[in-house]
């Protein structure tokens, strides 16, 4: 029996799968060149559907089609070692969904590279070498469920890709992603109107980063172990809000939340949780910082150099410090609640006639003499700063802190904290009781 040679039967197979209805290419597993063939003679419009299976990269998409799993969902892999990214999007309006994308080889070139309007990817799961995603000069895009992750050992933080990289890239929606162990987990630059929401990075350098970026919106993320949670800087009219920012405390320079050069930015409503610093603010302007609750953190919030800020109704419980402050004697801070301040309340509206200062003796002895910062809340440096008095007009000061927390914080904060406490007094407990057990057998 004769059988036909390899080339005439991936010729027919091809042939076939274009000749399917509705727009539908169905794909077996099959090698690098006859993917791309698929993806160079669809037509616009057509809904390419791989089989498991693995399928070999680099590939480019030049023309408007979705490509995505079969359904049921089963594993469908691309795999990369080029020096080119494994998938480039040339055209508008392309849809990537239920793919995983192998791609750990050390490079320049993103895993996926984006270069066209309104591209969405969906339920991806990539491994990378490089940028995970990047976007340049292409607008109104979408990432969604989708997990990305670093895959080369031993490789130092500032050698690492970004998770998500935009560049000029406005009008992009990054919702629900699951970004681990990269440089930057999303990066934007020169990228506006941008909604960062629903998103959990971890052990990254900085989770979200927006540089020279206006009306960024980041919301509803949750941040754990980075350098630091969110990273604002030359940016305009930011909204930073209901956001979970936990243990960035591993680095000297580790924050929940660092505004630098920010203008006209609001954050609000955010748990600032067991940072280095919870909320840092630096050469930052009119911005208003409300209702966040900043707890066992290190240094609650850092002011410095920064004026025409309205920073109110906080809650700042269990910090080793409240607050710092530098050069910062402009702005409009009231009705706070700080839980290492004891005001008194004359007229019973909840608020302290008496006033919070911060004292500036602290951050202005360590811009001057940096290692001093080895006796922070060291009980001389404490001390030298009850005696430190100077120009007290010109500190920055809660005019009216609060003298109670909000209901909502004595919740979250204080019972976790009661629990905390009494759960170390239990096992503090067990152990005396252990060490008078034994003394009193070795008596006997």
């Not at 239990?426 to 070795?442: G, H, V, W």
Request: proline share 2%; aromatic share 8%.
């Amino acid at each position: 029996m004769r059988t036909l040679p390899n080339s005439w039967f991936l010729f027919t197979l091809i042939v076939l799968a274009l000749c399917l209805p509705s727009g539908h290419v169905y794909a077996e597993q099959q090698q690098t060149l006859e993917l791309q063939r698929l993806l160079d003679q669809a037509k616009p419009g057509d809904r390419i559907v791989l089989q498991p299976g693995m399928y070999e990269g680099p590939i480019t998409i030049n023309k408007s089609l979705t490509l995505q799993s079969a359904e049921p969902t089963g594993e469908v892999i691309v795999r990369n070692s080029s020096e080119k990214p494994a998938i480039t999007l040339k055209a508008d309006r392309i849809t990537i969904a239920g793919l995983r994308i192998v791609d750990e080889a050390i490079k320049e070139s993103a895993s996926i590279l984006v270069l066209g309007n309104r591209s969405v990817l969906d339920r991806l799961q990539i491994r990378t070498g490089a940028h995970g995603i990047e976007a340049k000069d292409a607008h109104e895009g979408s990432v969604n469920r989708t997990t990305i992750e670093w895959a080369v050992d031993d490789v130092r933080m500032a050698e690492k890709g970004n998770g998500i990289d935009l560049f000029n890239a406005h009008r992009w929606r990054m919702t629900n992603n699951t970004i681990r162990e990269v440089h930057d987990g999303i990066y934007m630059e020169n990228s506006d109107e941008v909604l960062v929401a629903g998103n959990v990075i971890e052990r990254s350098r900085y989770g979200i980063h927006c540089m020279y970026t206006k009306r960024t919106v980041i919301q509803h993320n949750e941040g754990k172990l980075n350098v630091t949670g969110a990273m604002v800087m030359a940016a305009e009219q930011v909204v930073v809000t209901g956001n979970t920012f936990s243990k960035q405390s591993e680095n000297v320079n580790s924050q929940g939340i660092l505004l630098y050069d920010a203008h006209e930015t609001m954050v609000s409503d955010n748990k600032i949780d067991g940072n280095r610093v919870g909320l840092y603010v630096e050469q930052s302007t009119a911005n208003r910082v409300e209702r966040n609750q900043v707890g066992y953190n290190f240094v609650g919030i850092q002011l410095l150099e920064s004026s025409e800020n309205t920073i109110t109704s906080n809650q700042f419980l269990g910090n080793v410090t409240d607050a710092q402050a530098r050069d910062s004697d402009n702005n409009t801070i009231a009705s706070n609640y700080w839980d290492s301040f004891r005001g008194i309340d004359t007229n019973g509206d909840g608020n302290s006639e008496i006033s919070y200062a911060i004292n500036p003796f602290f951050q202005g002895l360590t811009r001057k003499r940096a290692a001093f910062q080895l006796f922070f809340q060291s009980p001389g440096m404490v001390f030298l700063e009850g005696l430190y008095q100077t120009e007290r007009i010109r500190w920055t000061t809660d005019s009216s802190p609060l003298m109670r927390p909000h209901a909502n914080f004595i919740q979250t904060g204080q019972r976790v904290d009661k629990l905390k406490t009494g759960l170390t007094g239990l096992l503090l407990i067990a152990c005396a009781s252990l060490l008078f057990y034994k003394m009193r057998r070795q008596k006997i």
